[in-house]
């Protein structure tokens, strides 16, 4: 099991320091996110590779993924904009590549579609799901040796409109036809939207290609009634060997609460199997 946290949730005034918290505390390696040290105050990804592998540097942890902001979602009504959001995915898909990582966290919309109703062309979840196709293609296309996964994020129905299930994920999956195009799965969305969380990472574990973890109420492991292990089960027998990335709430003093969360995570991966 490799369990990852994002930068910002950890102490530290660089990323140095945060990359050692993160192996003091036990994580196997650090997810990326476009907020948060160094990225909030100016650039992208690339912008910042010295900073990034001076902390994998000394910490010896690695970059797991890489997450993206609203401002980066792929579907949208003008061109230019487009246009814009796809250079910044392929960008960040080469410095994943560059750091090792396993993938780029992408989403299509959040909160109300982009696009209007054109029907009976088509309606804006027809449209947007057009639009999300033609810049996974895209971007594959023009990363055309690269092994980095995009991974596609289902969002709850209060933060989107469109894609809110892994069924409806791995059906886009599918339509973009290509192996780097995974599904990102988040227990904390699932939640809200999955009949059944082990059964639905069961039915889809074939395309899922990173996890990120939350408790019920969006707080750390342990603090909520999801059934972690329940799930580690589904997963452990589809054989999942991607990374599983913390993305909660933090209360508390890290130095004690962090530690104590994966040591929940390794227990519950334990009695899965």
Partial sequence: MKIAIQHHLLPGS??????????????????????????????????????ISAAMRVSRLPVS??????????????????AGRLDGLVNALRAAETLGAAGVIALPLRKQYPVPDLSP???????????????????????????????????????????????????????????????????????????NLPAALADNAALIGHVHLADSNRQLPGHGHTDFTACFKALRAAHYEGWFALECGVTGDPVEVLPAAVGVLRACWDAAG
């Fill in 65 to 82: 993924s890489l997450c993206s902001m609203a401002k980066d979602d792929l579907v949208h009504a003008d061109p230019a904009e487009r």
């Fill in 14 to 51: 660089s990323l140095t320091e945060q990359f050692q918290h993160a192996a003091e505390f036990g994580f196997d390696g650090v997810e990326l996110t476009a907020w948060g040290l160094p990225f909030a105050e100016s650039g992208t990804f690339s912008d910042h590779m010295n900073a």
């Fill in 121 to 195: 062309i088509g309606d804006a979840a027809q449209l947007s799901e057009r639009l999300l196709i033609h810049a996974l293609k895209e971007a594959v296309r023009q990363t055309p040796n690269g092994t980095a996964h995009i991974l596609l994020e289902p969002l709850n129905r209060y933060e989107t409109p469109y894609l809110k299930t892994l069924a409806h994920a791995a059906s886009i999956c599918k339509m973009a036809d290509s192996p780097r195009v995974k599904i990102m799965a988040d227990l904390f969305h699932m939640g809200l939207e999955e009949r």
